[in-house]
């Protein structure tokens, strides 16, 4: 008895599933709902309607004493159970032999139920198989009645107690009112109501994955076949479950939930054991009245032949019983659920995104606190109507802790695990990152890492890449002049002949002391060992002061919004020691989110965050102690030098780690961090004479980068991308990872979810990025999450934190901060790109899910630039008249033609031809325009200018649809 | 070019403004070779037309003025296109332009903002005074007296002048032009003189406003017969502007368009000469002149008129044999009536150089019967009809 009305609570709500076991959860959800009770249930509604209708309802009078009789024994033998499975394994055998007396069919049917409820009541091992037997069953769908033997299995053991209960929602209100009973039906109103609701919205919120719709329409039939066949038991029971005609769902996890319900209570819950003997006292006293009630209740099904009458008969009888029995409470329960659902718009994202956000936090079962609570998040932030019921199922204990547990769990699980979700771009991008591996399964098996392939694939890239080569930065100065011609391998071993290597090392030491002594306290250190000499280490430490100095620079100036480059900075400061010391503090993390990381891809993204929070911390702890900030980042900052040594192999390696991005992408990357590079030692030449104009150099690119965003990030990526190649790269995989997906969640948080869900989710994920930070400045941070944080110079921790936020609220100059940055942390840059989101571009197109990367638009924009200022440089009309002197000069001054066939174009011009604009340009840059002294080449557009300067009527080669022109 | 056959400059290409007779406010922009053939169009009478004009309670449509003497098909459509689009077109100078979108349509692109006969009348002034169309050998005509006023505000108001050689006519219908008998501006009073002068000879002759616009190269027969003449005889002699020796097959060479002159010259010299001879500040780098004096007779030539013999030289073998060879036909039937006729459009050359045309148009008759024209008699009669 006590199983039943637990099992029918459990049933009902999913909530209920959870909150007993994580184990059961999952079996309930996908298992059992669809198969069987779509199969299983039809055929049985023929057998069972036909028999039920007029003959068996005595016989079922009778049945249902025997079953009381029964029922308590099974409810005895159930608690009893609780303690050793075996005994409830026997009574449930029993209680299977005594239906069957009643009934040949139903004995033929019960026998398979029985056992299997046995083995889900008696231990977890038995349930398994359970499931697959009935999964198999409904698979087979052969014969009615073992079908309907499944079904009824799932119920028999409630049925044992269900007909009791249902008499007892019927009868008790009538008769015998207890507390039991009023539980009873509870529960079964709830699963009534929230059948009928929840399954629907379930298909709605999970749509694709979870939801069933051809379980759906089975689900009433059960109900009535299980009346006729199993007879009055059955159909009560039945009568509770079909109210929501797609309870099949309801069923499979009803049976789990039963199954868990059992265990939950032999495990730890005394209260539902109590309340089940309750009920089991009560269903006796029900049973007895049931038989009254069947006369009553089997006329109604009878006529209500169709699942829809039958529901109605069972909601006026549950509105009955809770008149007479603890009705406050199931009435209360069944609007929450009406509302609920009414109240949620749901958004085609959430559709979307609801079934990923479930399993992410339901997959995390450490304990069942944390179960519950996440399910009464997913259930809420999903579907409203399934938390409802769970709350309605544990009682009012259930729901008051679990909400309060829940921010904190959800904190500690979900931050990883938000972190999954990806926008649509920067899931295609992690797509496009992807690397296929094809070969035979025992090839794949054999195969090594696919990280090791990669990095092998990469590395061969890398190698036969020209611009890859480092070497070859520093010979060629322009961009321009390296672009057009492509530096081949033999030409950048023929520089490492010249030795340019090391001229690049100079360049970078040259860099390094001067910013460290004016600009930071910390830097006078590092400055020391600078003079020493350029070893890579003191490189290292040279960045790394050049990077704060930045950092500093920024968060000085208001305009630069500096908040999340520091974080990144500061990770991509971090050396390997400094990594392993975060992993080491923050192992817990890191351990939960490695298991559930699915995919390499969602390793990478999980790894960051911890980083990003270790980070922040060392952060925090730097920064009210100059001094350990920049003894730590010499040891940890590898110099630009060393990058571009690096590059072949652990660039293509930190690339595809960050950005997850195509081949092409990494290439133009690889190319734009190596121009970054060049810009950088250039700069660092020209200021290398004396320490002070290296200062002022490595200041320079910063404010240079600031004021130009598209000059700039090219800038802070080769940056990135050095300090990138100096740590290891499986280090850098999780750096990168952390900031950006710190910095997309918090936004997905409090567009999405804070929004609905209040302050939790977004406090959670700030959490994440402030934990290493003091609480004070998580307490900040959450305040401010809205609100701009202003970048706080000491605060550079308190800034990362803040930054999603500020990014929300379209702080534009924070992210330009970040830009600047880049010298010192262009690792930082990368690390954004890949993960889709970086600071400048965040504010805007960071909406909920993760930013979008932006290095491809990065490119763009710099040639975008360089082609505006081309322009720009183009228009003044001096410059203009003396390029049209020169070309009327070149055209007039044009010998005449011989041949009047093919004038010149002075002539076509004089004859008013249209001018081909292409063919003119061509023949200017054909030597004309240096005949006439014009050192130069003129585009077709500038002609066009010319011509329409002189009256000359000129035309495109191809008119506008594309095709040749054919007359004029 | 090169892999596009080049053509002659056509006798006649016109952009037109298109004014409905119901509702004067609607209004429409187009070019066409033929004017008279393209309002039938409009009106109905004949395939093609645009839908724009479509609407029967619209009709019928006027053209009240249009743009004549395109260079090219090309030249014409493009100022079209401008005066159509003046909001966008970037021959206008953002400083000065006159019409300026306010909207945007659904696609993103500025609105064309609606159209008025006043915005139309501004735009095309201004258009006939950006660089870009300012050298084009192009003539004004107004067939409306109310639009003609509006023009003359417009030049009253508009703080630039257009260039003093840009012909303006007006071709009203008879009663108008008796009601307006000193219509012209101070550029275009020459020709209209000429013009009423003609039309006051002709009463009886209805032909006004665009169908009056010569459609082919009959205006310029004497001219055409001259140049032909000069090359077939080899007559060229010395350039008029450098001296030296003009070679026929040599390079290309214009001829002044005074018919009692047969001044030859190379192009280039022909327009550096005419360019130095417009003392313009501009000009000095300019590339196509506008008119000038022939330094061998001293009568004003015009370059577009110049342009448009050589090049029917040149490239319309065909169309100068029809031309020839048709008025060989006419002179024999027609005579000196026919000759009338044409100055009466040719304006300044045809009165003056009658006579003078009578002798080469002689001399090209005999030029025509030589055998190997024989064959292109009946196709310029079809052509001409």
């Known amino acids: 008895m006590s199983r039943m009305a637990s099992g029918g609570l459990l049933l009902a709500t999913p909530a209920r599933m959870a909150h007993d076991n994580s184990l059961i959860i999952i079996s309930s959800s996908p298992d059992f709902p669809s198969i069987n009770d779509l199969l299983a249930k039809p055929a049985k509604k023929s057998t069972l309607r036909s028999g039920s209708n007029a003959v068996q309802l005595p016989s079922d009078a009778v049945r249902t004493f025997m079953t009381a009789a029964s029922v308590w024994r099974s409810a005895q033998s159930e608690e009893s159970d609780i303690n050793n499975a075996v005994d409830g394994i026997r009574a449930h055998r029993t209680q299977s032999c005594d239906t069957p007396v009643l009934d040949p069919k139903a004995c033929v049917k019960l026998p398979p139920k029985t056992a299997p409820t046995e083995e889900q009541t008696g231990a977890k091992k038995q349930r398994k198989p359970r499931n697959t037997t009935g999964t198999r069953r409904g698979k087979l769908a052969t014969t009615a009645l073992p079908e309907s033997g499944t079904t009824e299995s799932v119920n028999e053991p409630d049925v044992v107690g269900a007909p009791a209960p249902k008499l007892r929602k019927r009868s008790k209100p009538a008769k015998d009112p207890a507390g039991g009973q009023t539980t009873l039906p509870k529960g079964k109103v709830t699963k009534a109501a929230a059948k009928e609701r929840a399954p629907k919205k379930k298909t709605e919120v999970v749509s694709r994955h979870f939801a069933t719709p051809a379980p759906v329409p089975n689900p009433p039939a059960d109900p009535i076949r299980d009346e006729p066949i199993v007879l009055e038991q059955a159909m009560r029971r039945r009568m509770d479950w079909t109210p929501p005609p797609e309870n099949i769902t309801n069923h499979a996890q009803s049976d789990s939930s039963a199954v868990k319900e059992v265990s939950s209570t032999a495990l730890t819950d005394l209260g539902p054991a109590k309340l089940p003997q309750r009920e089991l006292f009560e269903n006796l006293l029900d049973n007895y009245g049931c038989q009254t009630d069947h006369g009553q209740g089997s006329p109604a099904v009878a006529a209500g032949a169709d699942t829809n009458s039958d529901i109605l008969g069972k909601r006026k009888l549950i509105e009955l019983v809770a008149t007479t029995m603890d009705k406050s409470k199931t009435p209360e329960v069944s609007p929450t659920k009406s509302k609920v659902p009414k109240k949620k718009p749901r958004t085609i994202t959430e559709l979307a995104t609801a079934a990923y956000r479930m399993p992410e936090e339901s997959d995390v079962p450490t304990s069942t606190e944390k179960l519950k609570q996440d399910f009464l998040l997913g259930y809420f932030g999903a579907e409203g109507e399934p938390a409802g019921n769970i709350n309605n199922v544990p009682g009012g204990k259930t729901k008051g802790p679990k909400k309060a547990a829940k921010p904190r769990v959800f904190k500690k699980k979900a931050d990883p695990r938000k972190q999954i979700l990806l926008s649509p771009t920067s899931a295609m991008k992690q797509v496009s990152g992807q690397d296929f591996v094809f070969g035979t399964a025992s090839q794949l098996a054999t195969e090594e890492d696919p990280e090791l392939l990669r990095a092998l694939h990469e590395a061969m890239k890398a190698s036969n890449q020209p611009d890859s080569d480092p070497f070859s930065i520093p010979v060629i100065s322009d961009l321009a002049s390296r672009r057009k011609v492509v530096n081949k391998l033999w030409a950048a071993g023929a520089r490492d002949d010249d030795g340019e290597l090391l001229d690049l090392e100079l360049l970078d030491l040259t860099e390094s002391p001067v910013p460290p002594p004016d600009l930071l306290p910390r830097i006078p250190v590092p400055s020391q060992k600078d003079p020493v000499c350029p070893s890579p280490v003191q490189k290292v430490q040279i960045e790394i002061q050049s990077s704060e100095y930045d950092l500093f620079d920024l968060t000085g100036s208001p305009a630069l919004p500096t908040v999340p480059e520091p974080h990144f900075f500061l990770t991509q400061v971090q050396t390997k020691e400094k990594k392993k010391a975060i992993v080491a503090e923050s192992p817990s993390l890191q351990k939960p989110d490695e298991p559930q990381q699915p995919s390499p891809v969602f390793d990478v993204d999980f790894e960051p965050p911890p980083s990003n929070q270790e980070h922040n911390q060392l952060i925090a702890q730097s920064q009210p102690q100059p001094s350990v900030s920049p003894t730590k980042a010499p040891i940890d900052i590898p110099p630009p030098p060393k990058f571009e040594l690096w590059t072949d192999a652990k660039l293509a390696k930190e690339i595809a780690s960050y950005g997850f991005k195509a081949v092409k992408k990494r290439e133009t990357r690889i190319a734009l961090l190596q121009e970054c590079w060049e810009n950088k030692q250039k700069t660092a030449l020209g200021g290398n004479a004396e320490q002070a104009a290296m200062l002022t150099s490595s200041a320079k690119p910063a404010a240079v980068l600031s004021p130009g965003r598209a000059r700039g990030r090219p800038k802070k990526t080769s940056a990135a991308a050095a300090t990138t190649a100096a740590a290891p790269p499986v280090l850098i995989d999780p750096v990168p990872a952390s900031p950006s997906r710190p910095r997309g969640r918090p936004r997905k948080d409090p567009a999405a979810l804070s929004p609905p869900a209040a302050d939790k989710p977004a406090g959670g994920r700030p959490r994440k990025n402030s934990r290493s930070a003091s609480p004070a400045k998580t307490t900040k941070t959450k305040a401010k999450t809205r609100s701009p944080a202003p970048s706080k110079p000491a605060a550079a921790s308190s800034v990362s934190a803040v930054s999603t936020p500020k990014r929300r609220k379209v702080a534009p100059a924070p992210p330009k901060a970040v830009v600047e940055i880049p010298d010192s942390d262009a690792s930082d840059l990368d690390d954004e790109d890949p993960f889709a989101s970086s600071p400048l571009t965040s504010p805007e197109k960071q909406d909920i899910f993760s930013s979008p990367p932006h290095q491809a638009k990065d490119i763009s924009i710099t040639e975008d630039t360089e082609d505006v200022s081309i322009m720009t440089t183009a228009s003044p009309t001096s410059q203009q008249a003396e390029l049209f002197r020169y070309i009327s000069k070149a055209i007039t001054t044009a010998p005449r033609t011989t041949d009047p066939a093919e004038p010149s174009w002075h002539e076509k011009m004089l004859m008013y031809d249209p001018i081909i604009l292409e063919d003119l340009a061509t023949w200017l840059n054909s030597g004309q325009l240096d005949r006439v002294g014009y050192d130069g080449e003129v585009a077709p557009h500038d002609v066009k200018l010319w011509c329409h300067n002189k009256s000359i009527c000129c035309v495109w080669r191809v008119n506008l649809h594309g095709k040749a022109r054919k007359r004029f | ?385």
């Open chain 2, 1 to 385: 070019m090169n892999s596009v056959q080049p053509k002659p400059i056509p006798a006649l290409y016109t952009v037109y403004i298109l004014r409905s007779t119901v509702r004067h406010a609607s209004l429409y922009i187009g070019s066409t070779p033929n004017p008279p053939r393209r309002l039938r169009q409009h009106n109905g009478d004949a395939q093609g037309g645009a839908n724009r004009t479509s609407r029967k309670t619209l009709r019928p449509w006027e053209m009240v003025g249009l743009v004549s003497g395109f260079p090219s098909m090309v030249s014409a459509l493009k100022f079209e296109w401008a005066l159509t689009n003046s909001h966008l077109t970037a021959h206008i100078p953002s400083p000065s332009r006159l019409t300026v979108s306010t909207q945007r349509k659904a696609n993103g692109q500025p609105r064309r903002p609606s159209a008025s006969m006043a915005s139309i009348i501004s735009n095309l002034h201004l258009l006939l005074r950006v660089p870009s169309f300012s050298s084009w050998p192009l003539k004004l005509h107004f067939f409306v007296p109310e639009v003609y006023t509006t023009w003359q505000k417009w030049c009253t108001m508009s703080t630039e002048r257009l260039r003093p050689s840009l012909p303006v006519v007006t071709d009203f219908e008879r009663d108008a032009v008796l009601q307006q008998q000193q219509p012209a501006s101070s550029v275009s009073s020459s020709v209209g003189e000429d013009i009423e002068m003609e039309q006051q000879q002709q009463t009886q002759v209805t032909p006004w406003g665009i169908h009056a616009l010569p459609l082919d190269y009959k205006p310029m027969k004497e001219y055409v017969a001259k140049g032909h003449e000069i090359f077939e005889f080899e007559k060229e002699g010395n350039c008029v502007v450098c001296g030296e020796a003009v070679e026929a097959d040599k390079g290309l060479h214009a001829i002044c368009s005074n018919n009692r002159c047969e001044g030859v010259g190379h192009l280039s010299c022909w327009s550096r000469h005419l360019l130095a001879g417009e003392q313009q500040q501009d000009r000095d780098t300019s590339i196509l002149p506008i008119e000038g004096q022939c330094p061998k007779c001293h009568g004003t030539v015009q370059w577009g008129d110049m342009m448009k013999e050589l090049t029917l030289r040149l490239r319309g073998g065909k169309e100068v044999e029809k031309l020839l060879k048709t008025r060989r036909r006419r002179v024999a039937h027609k005579a000196t009536a026919k000759a009338t006729g044409k100055g009466r459009t040719k304006a300044t050359e045809t009165v003056k150089a009658k006579a003078a045309a009578r002798g080469r148009k002689k001399a090209a008759k005999a030029m025509a019967e030589s055998p190997r024209n024989v064959d292109g008699q009946e196709a310029g009669v079809v052509i001409l009809d």
